[in-house]
């Protein structure tokens, strides 16, 4: 529940180039750790997105934008946008969204929590992020207006 809204499918990916000091996951910085994501792996993400109750999947890692991952993990987003057009996206990333906002696939997810864990701002209390310079962003509105739109949950602290 603190992958994104609701309960969710979380795919963990390999391969970061941040190296962000006090992350919560450095043995994911290494883009050959980790197991090999297979056409059974896929099922099974896709058995899970098929529950009425899930909300839908979140991409995490490492960095699911790292250069080795970017390709299929934004092509995995578009093939779930259309095959469960009313469950969301989300995806975590050390980029900054003016960094990647123009990558192909990127108006596929519906949300992205950009920017670097920097420890010094970290904030237990935080909803969908570990520290405040991070931003929850979404997508879809932002790109349509052109002007950053955030992801605000009324009950939670800026």
């Known amino acids: 529940m603190l992958n994104g809204d609701g309960l969710r499918v ?3 990916v390999s391969g970061c180039n941040h190296y962000c ?4 996951n450095p ?3 290494d883009p050959t750790n980790g197991l090999p994501f297979d056409e059974t792996a896929k099922k ?3 058995d899970e997105l098929e529950k009425d109750y899930v909300s839908g999947i979140t991409f995490s890692g490492g960095d699911p934008l790292h250069p080795v991952n970017r390709k ?3 092509q995995l987003a578009a093939e779930i946008k259309e095959k469960y057009p009313k469950k969301t996206i989300w995806l975590y990333t ?3 969204w003016e960094e990647i906002c ?8 519906d949300i992205v929590v950009d920017g670097k864990f920097e420890e010094a701002v970290h904030d237990n209390q ?3 992020r570990g520290s405040a310079n991070q931003r929850v962003i979404r997508v879809a509105e932002t790109i349509k207006s052109g002007k950053m739109v955030l992801h605000v949950d009324p009950e939670a602290r800026a």
């Open 44 to 46: 099974e993400c896709f």
């Open 72 to 74: 299929e993990v934004l």
């Open 27 to 29: 043995i994911t910085w």
């Open 126 to 128: 935080l909803l969908w």
């Open 102 to 109: 123009s990558l192909p696939g990127m108006e596929n997810l």
């Open 10 to 12: 979380v795919l963990w």
């Open 21 to 24: 000091h006090g992350c919560h």
């Open 94 to 96: 050390g980029y900054l």
